[in-house]
């Protein structure tokens, strides 16, 4: 099985689906046992999926199943997982039985086809972190548009039409791209396989001209930038997460958005390192512009979904600004910022669906002093606000610390110390738009009858949430054992984009003959020992 392992978990959640459409068929079905169905099969591949970690911790891809796949263009069924991809499978195959929990009374119509579609997705995102083949990868990626569709444009708000077209429009044209640059690198080195490009690529440099890795980047940057989404490719978003059912929300934030980054991260970076360096402080300064802007918007919002949806865009502009700061330190805190943002937004939409479902209202002046009749309620909402904004000893703080230590040091662009230091203003504005949103939901008076009598959070409620706030207080207190796993990874990556640049492109913005290297204070160099 071990030798197999990823193949389960990409099927698994397919099987799944075909159990809960065998049972249809059964004389004596009832609905609500799809749920159950569906839970049991997320609590199985999230099971099997922690039996990566024990293998997971070097460069090197472990797992690996690497067999012919479509012989007359050379395409692979290659996978592999290591330490970039490691976190991400987990943090998917964790999120989805509670997306599923989350789900229990809120879903009563076309239970069969909402659940079969959630696994279907689940099965779709395992398979983009772990792809080792460009073109298995572009059909998970695309596959994983699908179930997202359905899921708002059946069970979303009001605006469910438009919102899960513009989804589908922005994603799949910029996905497109993606295709036309993952064919012309077939043309070029005559295959799809990742490993085999990037051997290729050390061994014949010049084989590739400066001006179609300048193409290639941006083929496979837009598509990128549009799925995580930064400014200004963001506003299918907010649409996106106001209108999803809350399992959508939790799923959008928690995954679908870290499949952009990791694509930077893994393909961008990996591939195309001269036209990393040389874009550099265009995408810094998006990222700076996005977590500003993010926050300044999230900030005057009536929706306290529409509220967490623009925290999101602010919140991936600080992965983009560590991702390309070239520096150890702040590409493995972008790596953990995506844990980060996973853990803690997916449950703060938790949070709301707990209140819609109560009230059938998401604006924030229908509310007011919930803390009286729900103490449980607002106490944990309080709790992971506040990883939101990052405060020290929970998640959010070290993810960001890191990123901004990692820019600040970063030599990818002159005078970095002025981006990061903007960048720092949008903690400064998230604890301003999170702490102004809670005072106004959660404490002084009642001042609404309707939420006088409000019920607090269910034993099923809280113990979904559960995992979600330990893991905030675990990965604020304890980083390194997260950190040791992805370091190797990140490091071969950060090797490759701060090299000397080759085949003739030049490094970000600087003058010629400048060392490209960024200065970087490791891990080791902080406990006094290289």
């Known amino acids: 099985m071990r030798q197999h392992l990823l193949t389960i978990l990409i099927l698994l959640p397919v099987l799944g689906t075909m159990v809960a459409v065998a049972y249809s068929f059964a004389p004596r079905r009832q609905d609500d046992h799809y749920k159950w169905i569906a839970l049991a099969v997320t609590i199985l591949t999230f099971a099997l999926s922690l039996l990566l970690v024990g293998g997971v911790g070097a460069a090197e891809f472990r797992f690996e199943e690497n067999v012919n796949w479509i012989g007359a263009i050379g395409a692979r069924y290659h996978l592999g997982v290591d330490g970039i991809s490691l976190w991400l499978v987990l943090l998917t195959t964790l999120l989805m039985p509670i997306a599923i929990l989350s789900s ?25 972190f772990v792809s080792l083949d460009l073109l298995l990868f572009y059909l998970f990626f695309e596959a994983s548009l699908v179930p997202m ?7 979303g708000g009001e605006r469910r039409i438009y919102a899960a077209v513009k989804f589908f429009i922005y994603t799949s044209v910029g996905s497109l791209l993606m295709l036309v ?7 070029i080195y005559g295959t799809f396989d990742y490993a085999a490009i990037l051997a290729a690529m050390s061994a014949q440099p010049a084989l590739l001209s400066p001006n179609a890795e300048f193409w290639l980047f941006l083929a496979f940057a837009f598509a990128f930038c549009i799925k995580i989404p930064l400014f200004p490719l963001h506003t299918w978003l907010p649409d996106a997460h ?20 990791y694509g930077l991260l893994r393909f961008n970076l990996g591939l195309f ?8 402080w265009i995408m810094i300064t998006l990222a700076v512009v996005g977590i500003i802007y993010g926050a300044l918007v999230a900030m005057v919002q009536p929706d306290v979904k529409r509220l967490v949806a623009y925290s999101s865009v602010s919140h991936m502009g600080f992965v983009v600004l560590g991702l390309f700061s070239f520096t150890e330190f702040g590409m493995q805190g972008a790596l953990y910022q ?38 449980w309620f607002s106490s944990l909402f309080v709790f992971a606000s506040l990883s939101s904004i990052g405060l020290p000893f929970l998640n959010g ?21 002025t981006a990061t230091m903007l960048a720092a203003t949008g903690m400064i504005w998230a604890a301003v738009y999170m702490l102004w949103m809670l005072q106004r939901v959660v404490f002084g008076k009642v001042t609404n009858p309707a939420n006088a009598t409000l019920p607090d959070l269910s034993a099923r409620e809280i113990g979904l949430l559960l995992p979600l706030l330990i893991l905030m207080l675990v990965m604020g207190v304890f980083p390194r054992p997260f950190l040791d796993r992805s370091k190797a990874s990140v490091e071969a990556v950060r090797a490759r984009v701060a090299a000397p640049p080759t085949g003739g492109s030049f490094a970000g913005n600087k003058p010629a003959g400048a060392q490209v290297e960024p200065r970087d204070l490791s891990f080791n160099a902080l406990e006094g020992g290289h």
Not at 181 to 187: D, H, K, Q, R, T
Not at 273 to 280: C, D, G, H, I, K
Not at 346 to 375: C, K, N, Q, S
């Open 149 to 155: 569709f359905f899921l708002i444009g059946i069970w």
């Open 242 to 261: 106001t209108e999803a059912p809350t399992a959508g929300s939790v799923i959008l934030a928690g995954v679908l958005l870290k499949m952009g980054t």
């Open 104 to 128: 229990w009374t809120a879903i009563a119509k076309r239970q069969l086809s909402y659940y079969v579609f959630l696994l279907l997705l689940e099965g779709a995102m395992i398979g983009v």
């Open 397 to 417: 703080f070290v993810g960001e610390f890191l990123i901004m230590l990692g820019s600040w040091t970063s030599n990818a662009i002159q005078h970095s110390w």
């Open 338 to 375: 995506m844990l980060n943002h996973g853990v803690s937004t997916g449950a703060l939409f938790l949070f709301v669906g707990f209140i819609y479902e109560r009230r059938h209202t998401r604006l924030i002046t229908d509310f007011g002093g919930l803390a009286t009749p729900m103490p």
């Open 181 to 187: 640059g993952i064919i012309a690198l077939y043309f």
């Open 273 to 280: 390192p001269n036209m990393s360096r040389q874009f550099a």
